[in-house]
């Protein structure tokens, strides 16, 4: 029997999108909503469309994520990054392609701590002499 439905994790920054793919016509819902009514700004949208553009099935695959943690900025790359895991799963041939691109790769850039007795990561407290 195949596999009819194929499964990617994604993460970025503190964001995790659990994604399973399943061939259909294009419908991408995310926590129960469709994917443009979950992201109002057009930047996350093409983020998630991304990976399927580049291989152009956008309209071949049904997917649907769960998605928790972060901003919404890091969620759009989390779902980026579980859509191009969940696609390798479902065709090896499309690692290439997808890595080439960097869509495999996690982007481990995360938030700096901030330090004690300073203002922020970076950021000091203004000095006065006197």
Known sequence: MAVSRFYGTGRRKTAVAKVWLASGKGNIVINNL??????????????????????????????????????????????????????????????????????LERDARMKERKKYGQRGARARYQFSKR
Do not use: C, W
């Open 34 to 103: 469709p994917y443009q009514e979950y992201f109002s700004e057009q930047a996350n949208i093409l983020t998630v469309e991304e990976p399927l553009k580049l291989i152009q099935k956008m309209d071949e695959f049904d997917i649907n994520v769960k998605v928790s943690g972060g901003g919404i900025s890091g969620q759009s790359g989390a779902i980026k990054h579980g859509i191009s895991r969940a696609l390798v799963e479902y065709d090896h041939s499309l690692r290439a392609i997808l890595k080439k691109e960097n869509m």
